[in-house]
């Protein structure tokens, strides 16, 4: 009985190494990647580590505010940014195309049917107003899309991608864009923070006459508006009015020179617009 025991327990271990060898032997013949992974299969897609940070949410703030610092989200960002203010732009450039199109075509209309000069005044008048309508609507859809453009750009915090000078071009040109509809539109007050920040871009930008002429009516506006507002205090409508003589003298300046009779002319009117405001508060 001892021995069969022995032979039975000989037996089972001799087939036990020879499964291990089999199976060692099959593991170095088979390739690398023939190992059952779900993810070359196709299942699943996971990132480079086990980690599942796709849909990783951080409770602490201060994790989001690091990520946000990282060149790649940045990027990102500016990709956004720089998709909005094209299509803003597209809208400018298809009514401008639309124009030129419905100008030519007004000309080219023989109108017989006018017997009267003011049948000719009235059709002049309504395609002038049909134009005016074209870009009121385009200017009104490109700033939605240039305001969604800064929002983006003002996301960005990574420090190399801001001081690229592609990135400061880009950011100049936006302001540009968004400045020029937003005035044109009559909408005055929002153009002065981007008129502002956009002056202190660049040396460059610090010599655009254009700014300064744009600035110079925003803060005329401003000085107008606060004037007939009753709770406006003298100082406010005195800040801005400061402003907007400043921005005048600074446009001529850069254009004409200190020493030119056009700088000479400006500071006069300068001077006449302040002693006005003078004699009025002493009048009050």
Same mark, same amino acid.
């Given at each position: ?122 059709? !002049? ?8 309508? !074209? ?42 864009? /968004? ?49 007939? /507002? ?15 003589? !400043? ?38």
């Amino acid at each position: 009985m001892k021995l069969k025991i022995k032979n039975t327990t000989a037996l089972f271990i001799g087939l036990f190494l020879m499964l291990c060898t089999v199976t060692a032997l099959m593991a170095q013949q088979a390739p690398a990647g023939d190992k059952t992974d779900p993810a070359k299969e196709g299942k699943i897609q996971p990132d480079d580590t086990g980690w599942r940070i796709r849909d990783f949410q951080p409770y602490v703030k201060a994790i989001e505010e690091l990520e946000k610092l990282n060149k790649e989200y940045s990027e990102n960002l500016l990709k956004l940014s720089i998709d909005e203010y094209s299509t803003g732009l597209d809208i400018l450039e298809d009514m401008e195309n639309e124009l030129v199109k419905i100008v030519e075509a007004n000309k080219g209309k023989k109108n017989l049917n006018e017997r009267w000069y003011w049948q000719e005044i009235d059709r !002049k008048n309504q395609e002038q107003r049909q134009i005016a309508m !074209k870009k009121y609507e385009a200017k009104m859809k490109s700033v939605t899309y240039f305001t969604k453009s800064i929002n983006f750009l003002d996301q960005i915090q990574n420090v190399e991608v801001k001081k690229d000078p592609k990135f400061i071009n880009f950011q100049a040109r936006l302001f540009q864009a /968004y400045v020029s509809s937003q005035y044109d539109l009559a909408n005055m007050k929002p153009c002065i923070p981007i008129l502002e920040r956009y002056l202190t871009l660049s040396e460059k930008n610090k010599k655009d006459i254009w700014a300064y002429k744009y600035l110079a009516s925003c803060y005329g506006y401003m000085e107008a508006v606060l004037a007939k /507002y009753k709770h406006a205090t003298e100082d406010q409508i005195m800040d801005y009015r400061n402003k907007k003589n !400043k921005s005048m003298l600074q446009a001529v300046e850069l254009k004409y020179g200190v020493d030119s009779p056009h700088y000479k002319h400006m500071q006069e009117v300068v001077q006449s617009n302040e002693k006005k405001s003078e004699r009025i508060n002493d009048f009050n």
